[in-house]
Structures are given as structure tokens and as C-alpha cells.
């Protein structure tokens, strides 16, 4: 299995460096991404806290080549996240 990787690796980075972008003059490069995330915890035990949090992430980008292969341009990131926690505090108290 570690072979597989490695050579996965070795495979990806030697294609990396041997290609060639060119990106013409005034072309325009539009992009951006959309993530959301959602974890939650439960825990029943007395006195511990459950805990949910959701996470949200928004980024677009637009470039404009000024030369052949310069590139300037704008990124705009926007990110929100949210955590709640609620204490399980009805049960007995264990003293062993």
C-alpha cells in the first residue's frame, strides 16, 4: 500500500513540473468555492455537554492577465461558523 502511494506521489510531481500553463494577455480568470461543514457530539453522560457546530465558507476570485502569465486580481472570502452546547445536568451522582 505504501508503495502505491509513493509512486502516486512521484507520478503526480513529476507531471506537476512538466507541464506548461500560458495564459494569454488580457484574458480573465473567474473562480471560486462553496464549503459547508457539520460535526456533532453527544455525550449522555450527567453533567457533560453535547456539543453541535455547523461552519460555512464562501470565496470567489476573478483575475485579469496584465502580461502573458501575470496575473492581478481580487479574492473575496467570507466565512461563518456556529457552535451550541446544551449540559445534560438530570441524573444521579455516582460516588463509588
Known amino acids: 500500500m505504501k508503495t502505491k502511494i509513493?509512486?502516486?506521489?512521484?507520478?503526480?510531481?513529476?507531471?506537476?513540473?512538466?507541464?506548461?500553463?500560458?495564459?494569454?494577455?488580457?484574458?480573465?480568470?473567474?473562480?471560486?468555492q462553496i464549503n459547508f461543514s457539520h460535526?456533532?457530539?453527544q455525550n449522555n453522560l450527567p453533567g457533560y455537554s453535547d456539543q453541535i457546530i455547523n461552519?460555512?465558507?464562501?470565496?470567489?476570485?476573478?483575475e485579469k492577465a496584465i502580461k502573458e502569465n501575470s496575473l492581478i486580481g481580487l479574492n473575496l472570502q467570507l466565512g461563518a461558523g456556529s457552535n451550541h452546547y446544551t449540559t445534560n445536568i438530570t441524573g444521579?451522582?455516582?460516588?463509588?
Not at 92 to 96: D, E, H, L, P
Request: glycine share 10%; no cysteine.
Open 55 to 62: 461552519n460555512g465558507f464562501i470565496s470567489l476570485s476573478a
Open 39 to 41: 460535526s456533532q457530539n
Open 92 to 96: 444521579k451522582i455516582f460516588n463509588g
Open 6 to 32: 509513493i509512486v502516486l506521489f512521484i507520478s503526480f510531481f513529476y507531471f506537476s513540473l512538466s507541464l506548461h500553463a500560458q495564459i494569454k494577455k488580457r484574458s480573465t480568470s473567474l473562480g471560486g
